[in-house]
DNA sequence: CGCTTTTGACCTGCGC
DNA sequence: GCGCAGGTCAAAAGCG
């Protein structure tokens, strides 16, 4: 899948930003309508500038501020270019990871009808060797967590049942640091029945069954991240034979909707979903003060075991914010568009 | 008292 | 066959 279509609906509207300058009728707008994909076209709409036609001495003066107003939209295009290279580059890295993961994909399968060497060891192994090596491609920020699911392994040769049972999930949670519990609220009932400190990652790893119904088989494991301790790593194994708990509480499982701050996301992670990092440490500004659902969700690539979709509107419209969020946080970004802005006060103050 | 959590022991599968 | 590591069991402890 090209990333063009999800980057459609990527516009950014910075007019809020200027909304100070409307009082004088000097507006310096900046849009954009277009699609992203199309170079992020970000044009400089220029309103209409008033003048007073009985001051013909201030002439003079206006032609300087035409000047000046191209001046910034040089500038404002000069940013929209680099801007453009970075999403660029950004796309190619996820492409690049992208084809890797089918390759990785077409070898395991292969591997699979040679010496039916599907061990439960080697995925993980190969999953870990994944992440590590997506490590190092991190883009976008910090939020880079990997989902997989054995499917695409079980559906050769294992029985169907072994296949549902195996359908692995992975969620990553962002909470406090300090913060030491294994529990990850996702609006089921879980007991635990066992914690174990693994090999590769001195943090403990909790076991969960699902406790809500008894005949339920799902399982997870939760075990923080060894890069980043503050992130919770949930591995869900298995599909609910029931309903959610509660309809108000988020549920972070196989196949549920859950709620990300205001925005309402329906990841089908289990099968075929991306993998999801949700952020509890920074709650939303405008959120309620009984919101401590998490802010961002970030997606991104990294799955070792299956193909990933951004097809769904709820997923594109959450990557559109977190490329708007992304790019409000970038200091080059935030840097240059303050320069527009105040450039364009300090024009209209000396009116 | 009943449910949940903790934790050491045990089971199972893989690699050598 | 043996050792290792991950996963599970179950008794004990904790808690409301």
Same mark, same amino acid.
């Given at each position: 899948?090209?990333?063009?279509?999800?980057?459609?609906?990527?516009?950014?509207?910075?007019?809020?930003?200027?909304?100070?300058?409307?009082?004088?009728?000097?507006?310096?707008?900046?849009?954009?309508?277009?699609?992203?994909?199309?170079?992020?076209?970000?044009?400089?709409?220029?309103?209409?500038?008033?003048?007073?036609?009985?001051?013909?001495?201030?002439?003079?003066?206006?032609?300087?501020?035409?000047?000046?107003?191209?001046?910034?939209?040089? @500038?404002?295009?000069?940013?929209?270019?680099?801007?453009?290279?970075?999403?660029?580059?950004?796309?190619?890295?996820?492409?690049?990871?992208?084809?890797?993961?089918?390759?990785?994909?077409?070898?395991?399968?292969?591997?699979?009808?040679?010496?039916?060497?599907?061990?439960?060891?080697?995925?993980?192994?190969?999953?870990?060797?994944?992440?590590?090596?997506?490590?190092?491609?991190?883009?976008?920020?910090?939020?880079?967590?990997?989902?997989?699911?054995?499917?695409?392994?079980?559906?050769?040769?294992?029985?169907?049942?072994?296949?549902?049972?195996?359908?692995?999930?992975?969620?990553?949670?962002?909470?406090?640091?300090?913060?030491?519990?294994?529990?990850?609220?996702?609006?089921?009932?879980?007991?635990?029945?066992?914690? @174990?400190?693994?090999?590769?990652?001195?943090?403990?790893?909790?076991?969960?069954?699902?406790?809500? #119904?008894?005949?339920?088989?799902?399982?997870?494991?939760?075990?923080?991240?060894?890069?980043?301790?503050?992130?919770?790593?949930?591995?869900?194994?298995?599909?609910?034979?029931?309903?959610?708990?509660?309809?108000?509480?988020?549920?972070?499982?196989?196949?549920?909707?859950?709620?990300?701050?205001?925005?309402?996301?329906?990841?089908?992670?289990?099968?075929?979903?991306?993998?999801?990092?949700?952020?509890?440490?920074?709650?939303?500004?405008?959120?309620? @003060?009984?919101?401590?659902?998490?802010?961002?969700?970030?997606?991104?690539?990294?799955?070792?075991?299956?193909?990933?979709?951004?097809?769904?509107?709820?997923?594109?419209?959450?990557? #559109?914010?977190?490329?708007?969020?992304?790019?409000?946080?970038?200091?080059?970004?935030?840097?240059?568009?303050?320069?527009?802005?105040?450039?364009?006060?300090?024009?209209?103050?000396?009116?």
């Amino acid at each position: 899948m090209d990333y063009s279509t999800w980057l459609s609906s990527a516009s950014l509207d910075l007019s809020r930003s200027n909304d100070h300058n409307h009082g004088n009728g000097n507006t310096l707008r900046l849009f954009d309508d277009s699609p992203v994909r199309d170079g992020l076209k970000t044009a400089i709409k220029v309103e209409t500038i008033q003048t007073n036609s009985n001051e013909v001495d201030r002439q003079p003066l206006i032609k300087d501020e035409a000047g000046v107003l191209m001046e910034e939209l040089k @500038k404002a295009n000069e940013e929209n270019r680099r801007l453009t290279e970075m999403l660029t580059v950004v796309c190619e890295n996820y492409n690049d990871l992208k084809r890797q993961l089918k390759d990785y994909m077409t070898k395991a399968a292969s591997n699979e009808l040679v010496g039916n060497v599907t061990k439960k060891r080697k995925i993980e192994n190969s999953i870990n060797s994944n992440n590590n090596n997506n490590s190092s491609n991190k883009i976008m920020g910090s939020n880079i967590v990997e989902s997989s699911s054995s499917d695409e392994e079980d559906s050769c040769e294992k029985p169907k049942e072994e296949a549902v049972k195996a359908k692995i999930t992975r969620v990553a949670v962002r909470t406090e640091a300090s913060d030491s519990t294994l529990i990850l609220k996702d609006g089921y009932q879980w007991r635990k029945y066992g914690q @174990k400190v693994t090999r590769d990652n001195p943090c403990p790893r909790a076991y969960f069954k699902c406790s809500f #119904a008894p005949s339920c088989p799902v399982k997870k494991k939760v075990q923080r991240s060894l890069e980043d301790q503050s992130m919770l790593v949930a591995i869900y194994e298995g599909e609910h034979n029931h309903a959610p708990p509660s309809q108000q509480e988020p549920a972070l499982g196989p196949n549920r909707s859950f709620n990300l701050g205001s925005v309402a996301c329906n990841a089908t992670l289990a099968s075929s979903g991306p993998t999801v990092t949700l952020d509890l440490t920074k709650p939303k500004p405008s959120t309620t @003060k009984n919101d401590t659902t998490p802010k961002t969700l970030s997606s991104n690539n990294v799955s070792s075991a299956q193909l990933l979709k951004f097809d769904s509107p709820e997923f594109q419209k959450l990557l #559109a914010e977190q490329m708007a969020s992304s790019l409000t946080k970038d200091p080059n970004f935030t840097a240059a568009l303050a320069a527009a802005i105040s450039g364009r006060s300090a024009q209209t103050s000396t009116d």
